[in-house]
């Protein structure tokens, strides 16, 4: 079976990817819509979803025969039912209608941000005071998110909102998927000390978003995002594992290449310690395994957690060895390691954040994962508009 697919999508590849100019066959640019409805139509974007859902109904082993036979030709537009965030929360939580609407549009179009930090909720985001408020068969929305990721180019957002301030804190928030290009959303570049703009600010002053697009139930939002949150922390923790059973993938190798390369396995300090890093992304990839199952089952697995903090101790942990390979000076070196080990150690401490800290990755750990006490929010049982804030 195998064997007949990878046949198959090569062959598919061969006749619709020009894999020498990256591009369509036939064509004399990249155009990402078209090439991503190829993809879509041939069921190859999101091949683990059921034909109804442009998928192809095949295991995750499968998948990745399509997405081998993808990267090896450089062919984009693979791996949506792993890594497109929106299009994945609508596929699990969304109704059949709003899948209807949206899905087709949201795998073949560009970004879809994630609207949910605000300046007085961040790790303690059942705290959101966006409104939005309902007015006939749409909500006006109105309030400020901030550390918004693709801000700029993103079409749509997932949203989270305050729709009942009489409600407990974590009871009266819906859940929408919330079209950016609209009068009354302004997003403002935040400028770096680097001169990059990764994130914004996102103003929002009576925008309108319709409730067909609420994700899940009208004020089940937090039982909602829950589902979008764990699927993002997946992701980010499966993008740091080994390849269980075979030769570890991404970074650890990367690592031992630098240590052959500098002489430092001669170190049996520094060899120690790069067996280290490798033995964490196997045992990561074990417990992503195991998130992975769980999510199957329940929508939603704390266990994601142990991987999204996995991702930024490991690259903590790999970025310091490279330095110690690399020896202090790394800092003011331009060499390809050089600079890859300073990216990838400041790459580290935004990822500690990014998807929720590690402090908060470790507080799920522990109450949800080991089952220890629950840490006591005083706000926790209270009416949203009795929180005293500011
Ligand atoms: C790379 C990156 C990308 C991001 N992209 C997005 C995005 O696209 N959309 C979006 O909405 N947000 C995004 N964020 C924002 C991110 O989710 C928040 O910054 C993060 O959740 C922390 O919130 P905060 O900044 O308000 O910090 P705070 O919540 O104010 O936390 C400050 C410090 O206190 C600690 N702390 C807080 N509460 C506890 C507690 N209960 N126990 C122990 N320690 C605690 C925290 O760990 C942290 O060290 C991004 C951030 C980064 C760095």
């Known amino acids: ?45 999101t091949p ?33 039912d792993r890594y497109h965030l929106g299009a994945i929360t609508i596929f699990k939580l969304g109704s059949d209608a709003l899948k209807t609407e949206l899905l087709y549009e949201l795998l073949t ?14 790790s303690d985001l059942a705290g959101v005071r966006t409104r939005a408020v309902k007015d006939g068969d749409e909500f006006v929305v109105t309030g400020q998110k901030v550390w918004t990721s693709n801000a700029v180019e993103a079409e749509y957002g997932m949203l989270l909102t305050r729709t009942d301030m009489d409600a407990a804190k974590h009871q009266g928030i819906t859940f929408f998927i919330f079209p950016m290009k609209q009068a009354g959303v302004e997003v403002r570049p935040i ?40 699927s993002e922390r997946l992701i ?20 031992l290449q630098l240590a052959h390369k500098h002489g430092a396995l001669q170190d049996p300090v520094l060899r120690q310690d790069i067996a280290q890093a490798l033995a964490y992304r196997q045992l990561n990839a074990l417990n992503m395994l195991r998130a992975k199952e769980e999510m199957m089952k329940n929508g939603a697995s704390s266990l ?10 490991i690259q903590h942990g790999e970025a310091r060895i490279s330095a110690k390979i690399l020896g202090p000076q790394v800092l003011f070196n331009e060499t390809e390691d050089a ?6 150690g400041a790459k580290a401490y935004m990822n500690s954040i990014g998807g929720g800290t590690d402090q908060i990755q470790r507080n799920i750990i522990a109450e949800r994962v080991l089952g220890l006490p629950k840490s006591m929010d005083v706000s926790r049982d209270i009416p949203f508009k009795d929180i005293k804030s500011g």
């Open 1 to 45: 079976m195998s064997e007949d697919l990878k046949s198959k999508v090569e062959g598919w590849l061969d006749a619709h990817w020009d894999s020498i100019n990256n591009r369509q066959v036939g064509t004399a640019i990249y155009d990402a819509k078209t090439w991503l409805a190829k993809v879509v139509d041939a069921g190859y974007a």
């Open 48 to 80: 683990t979803w059921p034909v109804k859902w442009h998928g192809l109904g095949l295991s995750s082993k499968e998948a990745r025969v399509i997405e081998n036979a993808f990267q090896t030709r450089g062919a984009k537009g693979w791996g949506r």
């Open 109 to 122: 179009g560009p970004i879809c941000c994630l609207l949910y930090s605000e300046p007085g909720a961040g």
């Open 191 to 230: 400028n770096q000390i680097t001169g990059e703009s990764e994130f914004n600010e996102v103003f929002i002053t009576e925008a309108r978003v319709s409730e067909r697009f609420i994700i899940g139930e009208y004020n089940q939002g937090w039982k909602s995002f829950q589902t979008a949150i764990a």
């Open 236 to 255: 980010m923790g499966q993008g740091i594992t080994a390849r269980l059973g075979g030769a570890a993938a991404g970074k650890a190798p990367a690592l």
């Open 304 to 313: 994601s957690s142990l991987g999204k903090l996995a991702m930024s101790r």
């Open 339 to 344: 600079l890859n080990a300073n990216f990838d």
